[in-house]
């Protein structure tokens, strides 16, 4: 793709060929090509964003909402748009998703969204036609006190503009999936060094860890903090208060916090 190519609008070309490069470098587990092609794409999509909507000459004032999915998370990305040109945006990541239709987790969206919000705006253009459209149409216009229309276009300029948002969502849903890349493949070279440091014989799942301390020599106590697969699990955090003899001494009370885990675990190992 040429300079003078891309300058004169065609943008698309090149933004579908650094996507496919991310995505290859991305499998092909490359996450710093990967995320120097997401960097790329950014400023790209900055930039036609900025153009699309200047050309439209859209006097209306407009919310358009659009979303992409990885794996149970929904990337919301939601543009505002003032007197034809970008006021601002925002992208949310909703979790736990599981199966449930777009047309629903958008509709769902809007109405969280703008239950809080008094900036409505005149018009709200949404990728998938939402669950009781009218209803919310009817409850946004109640609350501006004018006219507030909601739908989504399948053709014309509203409709490019509905996919341009969409892509900036992919943007989004493919940043996160590359940072989990990235974090996966950081703990499991944690992992692996410290399986070879200890020489075990395999990659430890749970990892614990103790701390003792106490307060001008007195009131010991000990805390404890997991991992599970290279990851905090703050649910299993314990504190212990030390029992077994009064005054300061590390060596005596982790022997006691650590004799009290594993006598736990018998415990509770055999009543399975």
């Not at 341009?164 to 990235?182: C, F, G, P, Q, T």
């Not at 996966?184 to 614990?208: D, M, Q, Y």
């Amino acid at each position: 793709f040429d300079i003078c190519s891309f300058l004169s609008g065609n943008q698309d070309g090149l933004l579908d060929e650094l996507e496919r490069e991310m995505r290859e470098a991305s499998k092909r587990t490359e996450f710093e090509k990967a995320a120097i092609l997401r960097d790329k794409i950014e400023a790209i999509k900055k930039f036609s964003e900025k153009q699309k909507i200047t050309n439209a000459e859209r006097q209306t004032d407009t919310d358009i909402i659009a979303l992409a999915r990885w794996g149970t998370k929904a990337f919301i990305e939601i543009f505002f748009v003032r007197k034809g040109r970008i006021f601002g945006h925002r992208n949310f990541c909703i979790e736990d998703t599981g199966d449930s239709p777009e047309a629903e987790i958008l509709s769902d969206f809007v109405k969280q969204f703008y239950i809080d919000n008094n900036e409505i705006p005149k018009e709200i253009l949404t990728e998938f036609a939402c669950v009781d459209e009218s209803v919310i149409s009817a409850w946004l216009s109640n609350k501006k006190k004018s006219k507030v229309s909601i739908h989504s276009p399948v053709r014309g300029e509203k409709k490019k503009l509905v996919d341009m948002v969409h892509k900036n969502a992919e943007i989004s849903a493919d940043n996160y999936r590359i940072s989990a890349l990235n974090y996966v493949k950081s703990k499991n070279k944690v992992l692996l060094e410290l399986t070879k440091i200890l020489n075990l014989t395999g990659v430890p799942k749970r990892i614990e860890s103790y701390d003792i301390s106490n307060i001008s020599g007195s009131d010991n106590v000990a805390s404890m903090v997991v991992f599970v697969d290279g990851k905090p699990s703050k649910k299993d955090y314990r504190n212990f208060k030390i029992k077994s003899f009064d005054g300061a001494d590390d060596y005596l009370a982790m022997q006691e916090v650590v004799y009290r885990r594993l006598r736990r675990a018998l415990e509770e190992q055999e009543k399975l």
